[in-house]
């Protein structure tokens, strides 16, 4: 007769998964980091944490593969990202005026890379006019999924994802003012 088991516990499962994608977690999160200011607040550990943290509380949510749990959670960390620089934005908003430091200085001087919250905004917009495309951008973007991938998850046509890709990169290139938002 064979041997029955009891599935694990939820708990078991979700801290197993953890441990198998944590490296890639780190590591996804680490390259966003690497795309805002120099001295940010947040580590690539406190990030790739409260990433998982967040998905951990998605009860209805259905992973088709280990390439969209991965690209869900780069998504998640943009958006820890938006909301941390949106309170640091309204912390600098309400500190007395202070001249600012040589480094905060030479920032401004050399000019950062794509401002977290404009390319939010941007996207923001972008969705109002073509929802589709702009989760695109999400899952090409700040998720890291490929073509194929990304027309998995979204059920289309990979034509579809190219000729929607094109349309997004022209809006939010317009948008950005010119800022390169990602290659072909």
Known sequence: ????TAPLPDSLVAAELFEVLYDELRRRAAGQLRQESPGHTL???ALSHEAWF??????HMQWGSRAHFLSVASIM???ILVNHASARRADKRDAALVSPTLTEAQQVAHGNSADVLAVHEALQAFERIDPRAARLVELKFFG???NDDAAQVLRVSLATVKRD???ARASLLRE????????A
Do not use: D, F, K, Y
């Open 176 to 183: 950005l003012g010119g800022t390169a938002v990602a290659p």
């Open 1 to 4: 007769m064979p041997r029955m």
């Open 77 to 79: 960390m943009r958006r």
């Open 165 to 167: 890709w094109a349309l």
């Open 54 to 59: 967040r998905m951990a509380a998605q009860t």
């Open 144 to 146: 890291g999924l490929e």
């Open 43 to 45: 580590t690539a550990t």
